[in-house]
């Protein structure tokens, strides 16, 4: 054997002194990911980076968090995020040294989302001289500048059609178009306000060069996507966090949404058992006042549909105590013998709050007093005696649903309410100001035609039976093509007021249904569904020197129930590598199920503009 030269020595002796080194380094530095929330470093868990993962996760997008030093890291690896989201509240304080960087990211081809006040300020948390959105990413100048300070402005906001499509805003959602009038652009509205103001910064009235999505009712731009040499930079002036900490998060989920599965073409966890949408139909049976109703439904073959989620408010007053024209469930026989036939039929029984309808949604506090946890203790009670189990479904009379009464719900083993609040969203699971109430609980948000969100509604609004029966055959042609869920709810008299709206919108659901693309929910149903979705975990890497991405689902029970969706326009050979699952093209996406709960990975190329 020949002996080793000296060189050769030296050179085995650093290879040894630098392999814990090396191998340090692959430990601690990983690819970084494919779409990114950046994140100050010791945000990583704050309230605000929680409810943009929260959302992300609800969407079913795979977006990851992405600290300051992480992105400026010179030893990263990998290929580089195709977006980078820089979220408001958390992320206002920035270097020029991650300002430069940003810029040159999107020089270089990235996609970057810049939300409200996101790098607005230096590190010292003082207001910058020039904003980085005006001046490195060519969006209008924001005005309202008063010394170290930026006077928020207050608007009714508005969206094009075109973007009303793109971002899925409900029906219902946005105003009717106007015949007289030329603007392309339809207001936004909530079950809370027909016309729902949003804060923002005001921008100048110049010539904008990019693609206005969202503008003010002053016309200042809200929301808009600015190519920049080879990437693109969106820009929403919209503090989308601060929004949903106050339960209005339906246009922070829309934008994640289209962020990740329209701008980048990344597969999406759908958010319905087997991606088949549906409606949740509640009713709410609150008084004696119901019961002709009821029986008029279940001779037209109301009840042999479903299942629905039916609700009742147990106590015998409704309006006031001892007014008698409540249900009173423990001593009316008839009434109980309509709790056991629902069951029968499949549907789920819930309470409509605590007892006195009427008293308890006028009266509850936003503190729990010994009177009212005595209601709700009441109904919880009597509904559990007659159905011999405990209901695990609620919604709040006169939509009225204090913090404390989540709690309650959470310890009672409730597993969802209804919900005036997030209005046009799906299930979703609720923030309020600085606290995560719905570790437990998912909010089913009621859907509304404008303010109208019910038969008895529509009619005080002077809404015509073919407008609204029009509206309910659009929610549920939406959530079937987009494979989603909504809740439409009733009390069984309003019917009166529509004679044909409810028999003309189940005919159109029986159609949707026989061509497999409609199902009826229940909250029960929904929820145990969506907690079980929110501890799958997946990932999607790219393959290092490949245009190819690795989507990894591991094993989980249930899993059979999961379905992906990817676009076609932007992936090809779209094959499973490992596991057992089927590959479908449905439309404009391929569809990826698992066959069973082992597990799955699914390879494709990715297809450039």
Known sequence: MKRLSASWIYLLFLAALTYPLVRTFRSYHHSLPVLALLVPGGSENSITTQIWMKAAEEEGIPLERLTDEALLDPFQIGSKPKAIIVPDDIARDASSTVVSYLQNYVNQGGRLVLVGDALMHDLNGRLKESFPAETYFGFPTLLGRQGDTLQLARDTIRITDEWKQKLRIPPGQYSPADSKQACPFRELCTYQSLHSIYPHWKTDHTAYGGTRILEAGDGSLIAGLHPLEQGEVLWINLPLSFLKKRTDGL?????????????????????????????????????????????????????????????????????????????????????????????????????????????????????????????????????????????????????????????????????????????????????????????????????????????????????????????????????????????????????????????????????????????????????????????????????????????????????????????????????????????????????????????????????HD
């Open 251 to 607: 246009l922070m989920h829309s934008f994640l949404r289209w962020i990740s599965e329209d701008w980048l073409g990344l597969p999406r966890l759908v958010s319905v058992p087997n991606g088949q949408g549906g409606i949740v139909l509640n009713v709410h049976v609150d008084s004696n006042a119901a019961i002709p109703y009821l029986t008029r439904l279940k001779d037209e073959g109301f009840f042999a549909d479903g299942p629905f989620s039916i609700h009742v408010t147990a106590g015998p007053d409704t309006r006031r105590p001892h007014d008698g024209l409540g249900v009173n469930l423990l001593k009316n026989q008839k009434n109980q013998e309509w709790v056991r036939y629902w069951l029968k039929m499949g549907h789920s029984v819930g309470s409509h709050g605590g007892w006195i309808h009427d008293y308890f949604g006028l009266h509850v506090g936003e503190t729990s007093t010994p009177e009212f946890v005595g209601y709700l203790e009441k109904n919880y009670a009597a509904l559990k005696e007659v159905m011999k189990k405990p209901p695990s479904e609620y919604s709040a009379p006169i939509g009225h649903q204090p913090i404390w009464v989540n709690d309650w719900l959470s310890k009672k083993g409730y597993r969802s309410y209804y919900f005036v609040g997030d209005s046009g969203m799906g299930p979703t699971q609720n923030f309020r100001d600085e606290t995560f109430t719905d570790e437990h609980l998912w909010s089913f948000p009621v859907s509304s035609y404008l303010q109208a969100a019910s038969f008895e509604e529509a009619h005080n609004q002077k809404v015509s039976e073919t407008h609204f029966t029009n509206w309910l055959k659009a929610l549920s042609h939406y959530v079937s093509t987009y494979q989603s869920a909504r809740l439409f709810y009733f009390h069984p008299p309003g019917i009166k007021f529509y004679p044909n709206a409810l028999s003309d919108w189940r005919k159109e659901n029986q159609k949707l249904i026989q061509a497999h693309r409609f199902q009826w929910y229940t909250m029960e149903r929904l929820s145990r569904f969506l907690t079980n979705r929110s501890q799958i975990y997946w990932t999607l890497k790219p393959l290092r020197g490949k245009d190819t991405f690795e989507l990894a689902i591991a094993g989980q029970n249930n899993l059979h129930e999961m379905v992906w969706r990817l676009p076609v326009k932007t992936a090809k050979n779209v094959r499973i590598v490992s596991g057992s699952g089927r590959i479908e093209t449905l439309g404009p996406e391929f569809q990826i199920q698992p066959t069973d709960d082992k597990g799955l990975k699914v390879h494709y190329e990715e297809i």
